[in-house]
């Protein structure tokens, strides 16, 4: 019940193309769902996360969308850049207001590839 | 820069021995993370201190142990090393008790070779 599971495993869009990376969670109790950007030889870095009182939240050209009832959530990336290419992470985790732990539960990563 | 500082970068040793990875946090934050990542498991949560105190285990061998330092900072300790035990150790920090949702944030990893 504590899995992630994100597809696909690889990625490779043209640039100026719109990449998206999907994910689902088990847990309905999860309630912060972050996304990491990892580039080669680098700690993961956050780069948006989400609520599940929301369906979609938008940072310049990145935009999750939560899709609670499905227990499904996406990253898209709009007008992808050979920049962007790097392995990409979903996570859930707890919040700490249901006193548990906040471990983050991570899906088994993205790798995109942007052509140029 | 997110804040977090791991040594060593780059650890080698061989089977059977012990090795401390260290890690320092954000400025102010209370809760530090330890996560292993493999090729072929991914991200896996070890361990959670926060203030201190042990808060949470996850897939941590008992081979493994940590603690957390009155200054915050935190010791990863692996003993009786394995082959596959070597890994790339993220450390993560959170400001947990300042915020509801829980932004962790990573150090640049040590990476371990068992040889």
């Known amino acids: 019940q504590q899995q992630v599971k994100q597809s696909p495993q690889s990625l490779i869009v043209q640039k100026g193309g719109i990449s998206i990376i999907n994910c689902a969670y088990e847990?309905?109790?999860?309630?912060?769902f972050p996304w990491y950007q990892q580039f080669p030889g680098k700690g993961p870095a956050l780069l948006i996360a989400?609520?599940?009182?929301?369906s979609e939240k938008k940072e310049g050209r990145f935009t999750i969308s939560f899709n609670k009832s499905a227990k499904q959530f996406s990253l898209h990336i709009m007008d992808s850049q050979p920049g962007d290419s790097a392995t990409y992470f979903c996570?859930?985790?707890?919040?700490?207001?249901?006193?548990?732990?906040?471990?983050?539960?991570f899906g088994k990563g993205t790798k995109l590839t942007v052509n140029p | 820069d997110s804040g977090v500082t791991q040594t060593p970068k780059h650890l080698i040793t061989a089977t059977g021995q012990r090795v401390t990875l260290r890690c320092s946090p954000r400025?102010?934050?209370?809760?530090v993370y330890w996560y292993q990542q493999s090729l072929d498991q991914g991200l896996q949560f070890l361990i959670q201190?926060?203030?201190?105190?042990?808060?949470a285990k996850g897939n941590i061998l008992e081979r493994f142990s940590a603690q957390q330092f009155p200054d915050l900072h935190s010791e990863l300790n692996l003993s009786s090393l394995e082959l596959g035990d070597s890994a790339l150790y993220f450390c993560?920090?959170?400001?947990?008790?300042?915020?509801?949702?829980?932004?962790?944030?990573f150090g640049p990893g040590t990476r371990l070779t068992v040889l």
């Open positions: 989400i609520r599940p009182d929301v």
């Open positions: 847990n309905t109790a999860f309630d912060y």
């Open positions: 201190y926060y203030n201190g105190e042990e808060r």
């Open positions: 993560a920090s959170s400001p947990r008790g300042r915020g509801f949702y829980n932004e962790q944030f």
């Open positions: 996570a859930a985790s707890l919040s700490s207001l249901q006193g548990g732990s906040e471990k983050l539960v």
């Open positions: 400025s102010g934050d209370l809760s």
